[in-house]
């Protein structure tokens, strides 16, 4: 059978080892409210938003402990065969965050209008691009000779590029 989320909270599962998402599902009518346990893939830690379609099902012929799929995130799939997209969804079913795995092997986080870097590789570059630049010298115009380093850094700061909630390898 199929019904609707409602709500949800954690408790335990039908064993009682464990804590899971226990779905609030209303099957046929506003009185038919049946809590549910939530069924998702290893590595899936989402609980469906209300309003989604939740696939009802009894295990092993015991009708006092049910499990629920969600289904349906009332999110219009526009995927690739191949591709894999996750999404975090706001209050109102819209898509709030989105990770895009391509079959090229991209990631895309929430579009693709820029690049990530590996901020430490850059700041290292940075560092000896000041270094080189603090000791570099120039020939003196009248004799031709060297003249002392600058001494003057260029303290090029990408500090705010940084963004700590991203990371990659």
């Given at each position: ?36 346990q939530l069924y998702s893939p290893t590595g899936d830690d989402s609980v469906p938003i209300n309003g989604s379609d939740i696939v009802v099902l009894t295990v092993d ?56 870097v590996r901020f430490q590789k850059l700041a290292d570059q940075i560092t000896i691009l000041n270094t ?38």
């Amino acid at each position: 059978m199929i019904g609707t989320k409602t709500g949800h909270s954690v408790g335990k599962n039908k064993d009682g080892d464990r804590d899971v998402i226990l779905l609030q599902v209303r099957i046929s009518d506003t009185d038919d409210i049946q809590t549910v346990q939530l069924y998702s893939p290893t590595g899936d830690d989402s609980v469906p938003i209300n309003g989604s379609d939740i696939v009802v099902l009894t295990v092993d012929n015991d009708e006092s402990w049910k499990i629920g799929i969600a289904v349906d995130q009332l999110i219009a799939p526009d995927g690739v065969a191949g591709q894999k997209k996750i999404y975090s969804v706001d209050s109102g079913g819209n898509i709030s965050a989105n990770i895009l795995f391509k079959t090229d092997g991209t990631i895309e986080i929430n579009g693709n209008t820029d690049n990530a870097v590996r901020f430490q590789k850059l700041a290292d570059q940075i560092t000896i691009l000041n270094t080189k630049y603090d000791a570099h010298t120039h020939p003196d115009p009248v004799s031709g000779n060297s003249g002392p380093p600058s001494n003057i850094p260029l303290n090029i700061d990408i500090s705010l590029a940084k963004i700590d909630e991203v990371k990659v390898k």
